[in-house]
């Protein structure tokens, strides 16, 4: 069975750029996830799509950030324009079912803001 | 406030020597508790979930269990190839949120 897929694994940008991330999950997972983990700290969940539709985007930084997940497969979240404490791994997860389930994590992918 | 405690933040072992990490934590009602391994340049690997007071699971020299305020990571006679950081992460009822702890950086020294 394929794992969650993202890309690009590492990205170096200069504030005020943009930047976006890709990813595919698990087939047939109807749950994404995006979470931002900074150096030293745990996984933070910025959106939550079951199917195509957005469960929660509570801790998603509206202004900057923006993500979608068309046709309820794969996602992209984009960041315009990044700041410097932007700087993280950006991490893909999915799982068969929304709620307190075993959730599945791409590799992740490690944005420089400069 | 929901909170998610880990301790400690580092633990450095000699192989063999069996210790335990540990997840306190504070929200209403937990729905559950997951245990997560991550080693360095990867997303976390899903290791245990547990939903209730008393609950234990095991998976090789890992047991994980449970209590209303904290969870244990078990690791006996642990191997090199266990170095890794490990998280743990709940979810309080009601809520699809889950909230990570910091982990415990893990080093097994042969």
């Known amino acids: 069975e394929a794992g969650v897929a993202q890309s690009p694994r590492y990205k170096i940008i200069e504030k005020r750029q943009s930047v976006a991330f890709w990813c595919n999950p698990i087939?047939?997972?109807?749950?994404l996830y995006w979470y931002q983990q900074i150096l030293g700290q745990g996984p933070k969940l910025l959106i939550q799509?079951?199917?195509?539709?957005?469960?929660?985007d509570s801790q998603l930084p509206k202004d900057r950030f923006s993500a979608e997940r068309l046709k309820g497969v794969d996602s992209t979240l984009k960041i315009q324009p990044a700041k410097l404490e932007d700087s993280a791994v950006y991490l893909c997860?999915?799982?068969?079912?929304?709620?307190?389930?075993?959730?599945?994590f791409g590799p992740g992918t490690r944005l420089t803001v400069l | 406030e929901d909170q998610v405690t880990q301790s400690p933040e580092a633990l450095r072992l000699q192989e063999g020597e069996s210790s335990s990490l540990n997840c306190s934590y504070t929200?209403?009602?937990?729905?559950?508790l997951f245990w997560y391994r991550q080693d360095p340049g990867k997303g976390p690997e899903f290791l245990f979930t547990?939903?209730?007071a008393g609950e234990e699971k095991e998976k090789e020299r890992l047991k994980a269990t449970l209590t209303k305020k904290e969870s244990f990571l078990h690791i006996t006679a642990p191997k090199p190839e266990d170095s890794a950081t490990y998280l743990c992460?709940?979810?309080?009822?009601?809520?699809?949120?889950?909230?990570f702890g910091r982990g415990t950086s893990l080093i097994v020294h042969p």
């Open positions: 992460a709940v979810y309080k009822g009601g809520s699809y949120i889950p909230t």
């Open positions: 929200v209403s009602g937990l729905r559950g």
């Open positions: 087939s047939g997972h109807a749950t």
């Open positions: 799509f079951q199917n195509n539709g957005v469960v929660d």
């Open positions: 997860a999915s799982s068969l079912l929304q709620g307190a389930y075993e959730q599945f």
């Open positions: 547990l939903y209730s």
